[in-house]
């Protein structure tokens, strides 16, 4: 459980103070967003215990579940950090783990799908909610505010911090969950995450010096595509047995979430007006997909019968619409009620600004 809040409070946390004027902001919404998103979770996953016996139970695993279900939450906030007040991050927040946990009791109760491979889509669910609020909450003519979008040696250091918490927590993120009854398989979840994540931070080092025309590194590349490997492997991580597999998902997610980084949110603002201010898609969406698509591949490996192995395919393929189906009802839902000004959303000039809701 230690190692889960971490994540949530300080990775995560410091992972988004990378902004020069809104590290306050970074930092503070982050542990009012986690903690409200995990207590909210908690109720919602104790409502059929509540249903049975008339109480609501707690224990470590209910606290590591509500735990992950406001990491999904803090995923989406990524996407409308600098944009939003603390309000309108609660909301969303909320309607976000609500959505979540309705995917899950849906993946759940009609496809089977064990709890383990339902929650691990958190990253893919976050990232296209984010993604979905931020593009309804987009306003015509506040491109000139983004260029306060900028980051500088002193909060980068600190979000580099988030990124180191992150990456030395990740196995047990993606292990916590782990069987215990299946002997030696939480201790292959960890060593799985940990090659994945090592050769994705080599990876992303690389293709950052390879992609940049100076030939430097980029630091939002390695605090944010060295993560990759452990999204990825996180979401296929019960068909992963052999270290060779790991490593092969965490360079591929290196690679895609590096140039995903490098040319995908420019490009996105540009044509769909789609502002992304943490890269949620290329650090958490497109691994988590390539992990989604790593699933299916070894499985398919270890099928040896193909009758089984397209009903699986269907079986996998249902899994994944439903999950981006319920994250972009969801999303729409809640970027249309964040839009009213009824919230009293910052203005333009105040976007990426702590001034605008902190003494500083």
């Known amino acids: 459980f230690q190692d889960v809040n971490v994540m949530v409070i300080l990775g995560f946390g410091f992972l988004c103070t990378f902004l020069v004027r809104c590290g306050f902001s970074g930092s503070g919404f982050n542990l009012l967003v986690a903690v409200m998103a995990t207590q909210w979770a908690i109720i919602l996953n104790g409502i059929e215990s509540l249903y049975y016996t008339g109480k609501i139970r707690i224990d470590l695993r209910s606290l590591v579940v509500a735990g992950m279900c406001a990491a999904s939450a803090l995923i989406s906030i990524g996407t409308v950090l600098g944009k939003t007040n603390p309000v309108q991050l609660i909301l969303m927040a909320l309607l976000e783990v609500s959505g979540f946990v309705l995917n899950e009791r849906l993946l759940q109760t009609l496809l089977k799908v064990r709890p383990l ?186 099928c040896d019968d193909h009758t089984t192995a397209i009903w699986f395919a269907a079986f996998h393929i249902c899994t994944l619409l439903i999950t981006i189906t319920s994250s972009l009802t969801m999303g729409i839902i809640t970027g249309v009620l964040l839009k009213w000004n009824f919230w009293r959303p910052p203005p333009d000039k105040k976007y990426f600004d702590d001034q605008a809701f902190w003494e500083v």
Request: proline share 3%; net charge positive; with cysteine.
């Open 117 to 302: 491979n339902s929650i691990m889509l958190l990253h893919v669910f976050g990232a296209f909610f984010g993604l979905m609020v931020t593009w309804i909450l987009y306003r015509k003519g506040s491109e000139q505010c983004f260029e306060k979008e900028k980051f500088d040696r002193k909060t980068g250091l600190f979000s580099m911090l988030g990124a180191v918490f992150l990456w030395m927590f990740w196995p047990s993120f993606n292990s916590v969950l782990v069987d215990n009854r299946i002997p030696g398989r939480k201790l292959e979840a960890v060593c799985s995450t940990y090659l994945a994540l090592a050769v994705s931070a080599v990876t992303a080092a690389a293709v950052s010096v390879l992609s940049s025309p100076k030939g430097k590194l980029n630091p939002m590349h390695m605090q944010s595509c060295i993560l990759a490997g452990g999204v990825a492997v996180g979401v296929s991580m019960s068909v992963v047995h052999h270290p060779w597999e790991a490593m092969t998902i965490g360079f591929t997610a290196a690679v895609v979430s590096t140039i995903g980084l490098r040319y995908l949110k420019i490009h996105m603002l540009l044509a769909f007006h789609c502002h992304d201010t943490c890269a949620v898609l290329s650090t958490h969406g497109l691994p988590g997909l390539l992990g989604w698509l790593a699933h299916l591949l070894l499985q398919f490996k270890h």
